[in-house]
């Protein structure tokens, strides 16, 4: 604001330009980008926090999993270590140490040839306990890796493979041909020809009759008898075993993969989002959240095997999946938010690009008003000082007309003196006249109140001859001016030429009204003129912000519409994230 102090006038000053800055993605309110909406809500309006939900699911789902795993480790695990000759097998403590001793790695666990032997061997248990079931005798040999054969059924030696095709007997037949192989019921390609054992079935008879008919390349189907099933309780025995990474399998988030597809399809049914960033944020959640989930489980489990054995390892490896799912959904957070924070940056940057230049264009329309402003007030001063000077000068010629008036010009005293004199020559005549008809004895001893009055009257008027022709002579020694107020003095005390001093005091006052007239004519044009002065310093003022104004906006219009379209696009991507 500029105040004009002169006129009073209030002159607003070219104003500041206001920009965009989005409150909620700058201050991290409601909606910012440290709190995008992925996580569901709550009754009453609260919501979980999604490092809680992605804890939770962690939590859930490698919970489940290493229970699973620490299940699979059951007696007919042990009773397979103790028939790979392992000292007696009682608990998971034993089984790490036997199988502990195995090649294996932290990460991998134990190497694929090593568990290919461990569920083979984990089938023939299987296998035996499955025959037994079913009526059939079943003999162990004495050593775990007798050649050609793994058990005694029925009196003849049968080979159990747990493989998934039949092309996997080749090499067995290839050099044994006439023993007898047990696969598992999930084996694809069974020969037609095949024996095939049915949980719940009693098959000792029969089975005897086909192994003593059956030629070479005899099969026996174990129905009961999984490949996968035997490899996967293999695999979670041999983890817990060893307590490495291996504890920890690779989850898929489901819960995750549910609610962010949810919220996408929702931001997509609303038009807030594209396909493309649709699918990009849910791989983003799936992947940072599952990964990060399984990646810092495997960390924990390493660690916790390290330290505390499987035990630990199963503890450890289940924290570290939590915490790496709250991690996981932290950084899945971040990376979504990139977008709007690059967003959010630019247009940061460009709000202070545009503050900037708009201080500079202020601060120079400021200075360049400031600089108007005081030629305007260096004008009004220069025009006030002319008029003061040009009133001093008619105040002084009033001020001498005034004492003008106050003498009598020499000719005008000399014939107004004269007038008078004249006047009491011929009074004085006119009186010595008629005393001249008494004798003086008669006035000196007899006198009548006509004689006293004459005399009186004369003795008046040589009075007044003396006083006027002394005003003659001091006015004479004053370079023949007399005072205006002396003479006058002097005739209104003798009543001399009355009617030429009243025509002498109507002419004074008369010229003092005019002159008077004349100074307020001129005080009244002289206030006009500095009021209008003042008007149009204002006027021009005025068109001097409106242009200045005017400059500021159009210079600043490309870096407003560059903020313009950066806050589009910063609500654009706050859009894509479900932020109001």
């Known amino acids: 604001m500029l105040y004009e102090g002169r006129t009073g ?107 290919n032997k461990f569920a083979g061997h984990l089938g023939e248990v299987y296998a035996a306990e499955n025959l037994t079931a079913a009526g059939v005798s079943v003999q162990w040999p004495d050593a775990s890796n007798q050649p050609g054969w793994d058990l005694l059924v029925a009196g003849h030696e049968v080979n159990v493979k747990t493989v998934t095709d039949v092309a996997g007997l080749k090499q067995h037949f290839a050099l044994h041909p006439d023993i007898p192989v047990l696969v598992p019921g999930d084996m694809s390609n069974v020969p037609v020809d095949a024996f095939h054992l049915y949980p719940g079935d009693t098959a000792d008879e029969a089975l005897k009759r086909y192994l003593e008919t059956h030629g070479d390349h005899a099969v026996i189907v174990d129905h009961e008898l999984s490949h996968q099933g035997i490899f996967e309780q293999a695999s979670d025995a041999a983890d817990v075993a060893v307590g490495g990474a291996g504890v920890i399998e690779t989850q898929m988030p489901w819960f995750t993969l549910a609610t962010a597809g949810w919220r996408e399809v929702e931001l997509l049914r609303k038009q807030k989002t594209e396909a493309l960033s649709a699918v990009k944020n849910l791989g983003i959640d799936v992947a940072l959240r599952g990964g990060g989930a399984a990646g810092v489980g495997k960390a924990g489990a390493v660690l916790g095997g390290v330290f505390g054995g499987p035990i630990g390892a199963l503890i450890l490896g289940v924290a570290g999946a939590v915490i790496g799912g709250v991690l996981g959904s932290k950084w899945a957070t971040e990376a979504k938010m990139l977008p709007l924070k690059t967003a959010v940056r630019k247009l940061d940057e460009a709000n202070a690009t545009l503050s900037g230049r708009a201080a500079a264009l202020q601060a120079e ?211 894509k994230l479900g932020m109001s």
């Not at 608990?91 to 790490?96: C, N, Y």
């Not at 006035?443 to 006293?452: H, M, Q």
Request: aromatic share 6%; glycine share 10%; charged share 25%.
């Open 365 to 575: 329309a400021e200075r360049s008003y400031a600089s108007a402003r005081a030629a305007e007030e260096a004008i009004l001063k220069e025009t006030a000082y002319r008029e003061k000077k040009a009133l001093a000068d008619e105040m002084a010629r009033l001020k001498t007309i005034l004492e003008g008036a106050g003498t009598v010009p020499p000719a005008q005293a000399r014939a107004v003196t004269a007038e008078a004199l004249e006047e009491i020559r011929q009074v004085r005549d006119a009186i010595r006249k008629s005393l001249d008809q008494y004798n003086w004895l008669r006035r000196l001893l007899w006198p009548t109140a006509r004689i006293v009055g004459l005399e009186i009257a004369d003795r008046h008027c040589a009075e007044a001859n003396q006083s006027l022709e002394g005003l003659g002579t001091m006015t004479a020694a004053n370079d023949g001016e007399c005072r205006r107020s002396q003479l006058h003095g002097v005739l209104a005390q003798f009543g001399l030429a009355r009617a030429r001093v009243l025509a002498d005091v109507q002419a004074v006052e008369d010229q003092r009204r005019l002159q008077e007239a004349h100074v307020r004519t001129y005080f009244a044009g002289m206030y006009r003129r500095l009021a209008s002065g003042r008007a149009q310093a204002s006027q021009r003022l005025g068109r001097k912000i409106e242009r200045l104004a005017r400059e500021l906006r159009e210079t600043l219009a490309p870096l407003v519409h560059v903020c313009s379209q950066r806050a589009e696009a910063v609500s654009v991507e706050a859009g």
């Open 9 to 115: 006038v209030v002159l607003q000053s070219p104003p500041r330009l206001a920009v965009f800055r989005s409150k909620e993605v700058a201050h991290g309110g409601p909606g910012s980008p440290s709190e995008p909406p992925s996580a569901p809500g709550r009754p009453g309006g609260a919501r979980i926090p999604d490092g809680w939900v992605a804890g939770g699911e962690a939590l859930g789902l490698y919970g489940a999993n290493t229970a699973e795993k620490f299940l699979a480790v059951d007696g007919h695990v042990y009773e397979t270590m103790e028939r790979l000759g392992a000292d007696r097998i009682a608990s998971v403590t034993d089984l790490s140490q036997s199988l502990g001793s195995w090649e294996h790695s932290v990460w991998t666990g134990i190497d694929p040839g090593g568990l």
